[in-house]
C-alpha cells in the first residue's frame, strides 16, 4: 500500500491566519502579500546525502544579466558529454544527488546550479523568469548540454528553455507543474487564501513583470517542442498532480510518460528504477 505523501511546503499558522484577514479587509492587500510571498524561497538546511557533491564540486557564481541576479552553479568534470541539473522551487543544486551520481557513471560532466534566492545563491525575490534565464546563461557558458534534467519548477522551465527555440538532445522532467494559473490557485490554498484572489495576484505578476504569465505555461510550449522527452511523475504527488504530465504528454512530439506510485514529489529523485529508467532514456 503506498504511503500517504505530505506536501512540501508547510505554511505557518500566522501567515495563513494574516492571509485570512487580509483577503477580509482588502484583496488587493491581501494579493500584494500573497505575491511577496510567491516570489520568497525558503531556503531548507541542505542534508548529509548531498553534502559530499556540494564539497567536491568546482564552485562559482554567475550574475544573470537581465535581471541582475547571481546564482552558484557547481561543476564536476567527468567527460566530454555534459548534462545540467535544474532544482524546483525551494530547491538547490546538490538536490538531484541521486541522479548525478548515475551520470558520473556515465562520464558525463555535471552543472547544477542554485537558482536566485535559493540554496547558497544571494537572498532575493524570484520566480520561474529566473530560473529560465539561468538556463539560457548557462546553456551559453557551456556551449549547450547533452541533457536537460528538470525537478518539479525545473522542469517547467526546461521545457520553456527549450519552447523558446534552444535545444539539447535529450530532456527530463519530473514532478513538472503545467499550467502557472494551477500553480497560482494552488499556492493561494496553500496560505490560506481563496483561489478566487486568482485573477488578481495573475495581473499584479503580469504588471511587474510586463509579461503574460499563460507565456510560462507548459503544455503550450511542449507543442514547440521537438526533441525526445522522458516526463516522470508520482500518482501520490501532493504538490503537483499527475494528470499534469498527461496534459504536457499530449502536446509533446516526441516523449515518454512514466507515472510512478508511492514516491511522492521528492522521493522520486533517488528512487533506483526511476534513475534507471533515465539512464536507458538518455543512452538508448
Avoid at 543544486?93 to 551520481?101: P, Y
Amino acid at each position: 500500500m503506498a504511503q500517504k505523501q505530505e506536501k512540501v511546503l508547510e505554511v505557518p499558522r500566522y501567515i495563513k491566519n494574516t492571509s485570512k484577514v487580509l483577503q477580509t479587509l482588502n484583496k488587493n492587500m491581501a494579493a500584494a502579500f500573497a505575491l511577496k510571498l510567491f516570489e520568497t524561497p525558503i531556503k531548507y538546511k541542505m542534508p548529509k546525502r548531498e553534502q559530499k557533491m556540494y564539497e567536491v564540486s568546482h564552485k562559482s557564481k554567475l550574475t544573470l544579466p537581465e535581471s541582475g541576479k547571481e546564482i552558484v552553479v557547481y561543476e564536476n568534470k567527468f567527460g566530454p558529454k555534459k548534462v545540467l541539473l535544474v532544482h524546483g522551487w525551494n530547491g538547490r543544486g546538490t538536490q538531484l544527488v541521486s541522479i548525478a551520481k548515475a551520470f558520473k557513471e556515465l562520464n558525463y560532466t555535471i552543472i547544477s546550479f542554485d537558482a536566485p534566492g535559493h540554496g547558497k545563491s544571494t537572498k532575493t525575490a524570484a520566480n520561474m523568469k529566473h530560473f529560465i534565464e539561468a538556463i539560457f546563461e548557462l546553456d551559453k557558458k557551456y556551449n549547450g548540454f547533452d541533457v536537460m534534467i528538470g525537478h518539479s519548477l525545473g522542469g517547467m522551465s526546461v521545457i520553456n528553455f527549450l519552447g523558446r527555440g534552444l535545444q539539447t538532445d535529450k530532456a527530463v522532467i519530473i514532478g513538472s507543474g503545467n499550467t502557472t494559473k494551477a500553480i497560482t490557485e494552488d499556492f493561494l490554498g496553500t496560505i490560506g487564501m481563496n483561489k478566487k484572489l486568482t485573477p488578481i495576484l495573475i495581473n499584479l505578476f503580469e504588471r511587474k513583470y510586463n509579461d503574460k504569465m499563460t507565456n510560462y505555461d507548459v503544455a503550450d510550449q511542449a507543442l514547440k517542442v521537438s526533441v525526445p522527452v522522458l516526463i516522470i511523475h508520482d500518482k501520490n504527488d501532493k504538490d503537483v498532480p499527475f494528470t499534469a504530465a498527461e496534459a504536457i504528454s499530449k502536446n509533446l512530439q516526441n516523449n515518454e510518460l512514466l507515472i510512478t506510485t508511492g514516491l511522492g514529489h521528492r522521493k522520486i529523485l533517488g528512487d533506483e528504477k526511476v534513475i534507471e529508467k533515465i539512464v536507458q532514456f538518455v543512452t538508448s
